[in-house]
């Protein structure tokens, strides 16, 4: 009996798949039409490609795949340069699957306003009104914060800019590792400033070609150093598929004076960022006096009855082995799946997983510590706040969930 023609054009995509290289680069799924369903960025691209064509992929991913008839792609030179072109063929082509099922403000820009000692920052697409075009240079849309947060980090390294105040006299910690480039204390002319903006600039557009012919002018040896410029923490952001899966972190932390009025606090970062009408309180109820570990699982069972509440990406909690551990047995029982990470302030900040936690979680953990760090620290504050505040609602705007 012969094939069906989606049997068949799935096997041909397997067989173009095998032919694509180990490289990185940006690949393109296209329809029967040739209009492109989706842009993706890979480390490996015959690796990513082939992860296409398993059972186990999300239902949107599911959906694209078999209205997919043809795939090209691009090669690069590092998976930062593939991150660029992803954003920007995302803005010309606005692909119908990676916007679908998605709210536009989540999406991520760089903004690079015009000033004398500009410097690249991360907006929500909600605040780029505050940026007018004719103002700034916008670039994007991204689809992960810490992804881009972490291309900047490594572009910054080829072409320093300064986040301090100019010429305020005193040099930043940033001068004296070498990422800012002295701004602070005048070390740098304003016009040899502005040719490092610029040159991000041109990194951004995607204009790499432009970027090079300047730069064997100006600096040969950054040609050098973009083309080795790598790192494993963008790496281990691919994720599968192109999902994202750190895009919201919920912290959980139990306050109490003396065993009693004890309180559970739910904060939440959004991208990077607090999401306050996202909190959550809880007076526990059932766990006995002082203790903090079955406090914390009565109050994360609670939240967990709420379907309704937007999914976490990583729970942390502010605990080290013993409470990962036994949370971790309560997550199991109550087939709660999601991944878990402790911090433990007695190991200096450590940050403790679960037994069998995989490398790429804790590479990713690793990776965005510092905004775990600030989702601890917002936990202790909003737990404490909860034991401290009187039985008179606050209006703060945050939900009280005593009785959920």
């Known amino acids: 009996m012969a094939m069906n023609s989606p049997v068949k054009n799935k096997l041909r995509l397997k067989d173009k798949i095998k032919t694509i290289p180990k490289k990185p680069g940006i690949y393109f799924w296209l329809d029967k039409e040739g209009t492109i369903l989706y842009v993706g960025r890979a480390s490996r691209l015959k690796d990513r490609l082939s992860q296409y064509l398993q059972k186990n992929i999300s ?103 300064s986040t301090c105040t100019p010429n305020s006299g005193r040099a930043c910690f940033d001068y004296q590792i070498g990422l800012c480039p002295g701004a602070c204390i005048g070390a740098i002319s304003r016009e040899d400033y502005r040719k490092n903006i610029n040159n991000i600039i041109l990194l951004l557009s995607g204009e790499k070609k432009r970027l090079t ?130 911090i433990s302030k007695f190991s200096g900040d450590k940050l403790v997983f679960a037994a069998k936690t995989k490398k790429p979680l804790r590479d990713l953990a690793d990776n965005i510590k510092g905004t775990l760090l600030k989702v601890r620290e917002e936990a202790h504050r909003f737990a404490n706040y909860g034991r401290k505040r009187t039985a008179k609602p606050a209006r703060t705007g945050i939900k009280n969930n005593f009785n959920l």
């Open 59 to 161: 239902p949107r991913i599911a959906e694209m795949v078999a209205a997919a008839y043809d795939i090209r792609y691009e090669e690069t030179e590092t998976l930062l340069e593939a991150v660029i072109l992803e954003a920007k063929n995302i803005k010309k082509y606005w692909p119908k699957y990676n916007i679908v099922d998605r709210d536009d403000r989540s999406f991520i820009y760089v903004v690079i306003p015009k000033a004398s000692y500009a410097k690249p920052i991360i907006v929500r697409a909600t605040d780029l009104k505050k940026f007018p075009s004719s103002q700034a240079k916008i670039f994007g849309p991204y689809q992960s914060f810490h992804l881009l947060q972490t291309a900047l980090r490594l572009i910054r390294r080829v072409f320093p800019y």
């Open 213 to 342: 012919n300047r730069l064997k002018k100006e600096n040969p040896d950054k040609i050098k150093a973009l083309r080795h410029l790598q790192d494993v923490s963008l790496l281990s952001r691919e994720g599968d598929l192109g999902e994202d899966k750190v895009n919201r972190i919920e912290g959980y932390d139990i306050s109490h004076l003396s065993g009693k009025e004890s309180y559970g606090s739910m904060v939440v970062f959004e991208n990077g960022e607090a999401a306050r009408s996202e909190y959550r309180l809880f007076k526990v109820k059932d766990a006995p006096a002082g203790d903090d570990e079955r406090a914390l699982s009565e109050v994360l069972l609670r939240r967990f009855r709420h379907p309704e509440w937007a999914a976490p990406d990583l729970i942390m909690i502010d605990g080290g082995s013993p409470q990962v551990s036994f949370i971790s047995r309560i997550f199991k029982s109550n087939n709660i799946k999601v991944p878990l990470v402790g």
